[in-house]
């Protein structure tokens, strides 16, 4: 009896002094951004593994580490090895699957983890920012009903709505979406696109909705005290615009062009609101500087035709209005020529977005 005792004790003591999976789930805890810890999770779980192969939890760790690394495929075998997983289980391979650009393996991923907890914000957060990424706006618009049903969920919702619908065109329903988030959550604690991105999407869909009076009492104490953003003065000039207030304007767009020189757009608005304010001279000036940074931009070419016939050059309002037609040919080559068209002055000059995903991922354990 004494050597199989003896045997069961040194088992134990060799079980119970290794330590490998608590430094790879250590590893794991310190290596979100750091591929080499992963490679040491990974390595001192597949190690352990290799040890010990009915070890579920050494599989578990494996399959977490090769997540972390973005390899979904290969932890596939080891988390069916690991038995029973947790929901953290669960979004680590989710969000490894979005990582991999599979999104429709994704919203599956998410789905099945609703499935087992409806109240996981988390994982609604992250479905809905996987179906705004495929254009999937409707979907994207129930997934964010069932975030604003929760008390957790309400301002990612809302969050959510609103970005559905502007990407609808819907700016009515955008507003309301918006107009709810920030009586829920005026300080943006909750919110979890970067401010500059929330505040131009709020602004660029009040000003559809002629709602100036709010773009000035929202972002002017924003770009004073938080973004000196070029893209937020751009649209605090059109509120003024939309007002009447071209001096105030002009003095937006050029906060917008000092911000960024290359900024066509501020360029272009900044021309045609010297323009308004009869400064042709200076409007050429400007519009130049617009088609400089991109000859792409039709209401360029149009604002400086213009302001070269207010100077009376005709020859040179001639070029202009030809280079006009050309560049909303580049844009659209099925296009008709048609100078005396009533949008030309708002032809490819809505301020673009700031860059931003929209996907609201966060990291992989929230």
Not at 61 to 79: H, S
Request: net charge negative.
């Amino acid at each position: 009896m004494t050597i199989p005792i003896l045997l069961v004790g040194w088992t134990w003591f060799n079980l119970a002094s290794d330590d490998r999976l608590e430094r790879a789930a250590e590893f794991e805890r310190r290596g979100e951004y750091d591929p080499q810890l992963w490679n040491q999770t990974i390595r001192l779980s597949l190690d352990y593994l290799n040890d010990h192969p009915w070890s579920r939890q050494a599989a578990r760790q494996a399959a977490r580490g090769l997540c972390g690394r973005d390899f979904p495929d290969l932890a596939e075998p080891y988390f069916q090895r690991a038995g029973t997983l947790t929901q953290d289980d669960l979004h680590v391979r989710a969000y490894a699957i979005t990582r991999s650009n599979r999104r429709d393996e994704a919203v599956q991923a998410y789905r099945e983890i609703v499935q087992r907890d409806p109240t996981d914000v988390l994982a609604w957060q992250r479905m809905g920012g996987v179906l705004i990424s495929q254009s999937k706006y409707d979907e994207a618009l129930e997934v964010a009903r069932r975030l604003i049903e929760l008390p957790e969920g309400q301002v990612i919702g809302h969050q959510m709505a609103g970005l559905s619908h502007h990407a609808n065109r819907d700016y009515g329903p955008a507003m309301d979406e918006w107009d709810a988030l920030l009586k829920l959550d005026p300080r943006l604690e909750k919110v979890t696109l970067p401010h500059e991105v929330f505040w131009f999407y709020v602004g660029f869909d009040a000003l559809q909705m002629g709602r100036a009076d709010d773009v000035l009492t929202w972002l002017t104490p924003v770009v004073t005290q938080e973004l000196d953003s070029p893209t937020l003065w751009a649209l605090i000039g059109q509120a003024h615009q939309l007002q009447g207030e071209h001096h105030q304007a002009e003095a937006a767009f050029r906060r917008a062009v000092d911000r960024a020189p290359d900024y066509a757009v501020g360029w272009t608005y900044l021309g045609r609101t010297l323009l308004a304010l009869n400064r042709p001279e200076e409007a050429v000036a400007a519009l130049r500087r617009a088609i400089e940074q991109d000859r792409d931009i039709p209401a360029a070419y149009y604002a400086l035709s213009q302001a070269q016939t207010r100077l009376g050059r005709r020859d040179l309002a001639q070029a202009a209005l030809k280079e006009f037609q050309a560049a909303r040919k580049r844009l659209d080559p099925n296009r008709q020529p048609n100078a005396n068209t009533t949008d030309a002055d708002n032809d490819a000059l809505d301020i673009p977005a700031p860059r931003s995903d929209h996907s609201d991922l966060g990291s992989p354990r929230g």
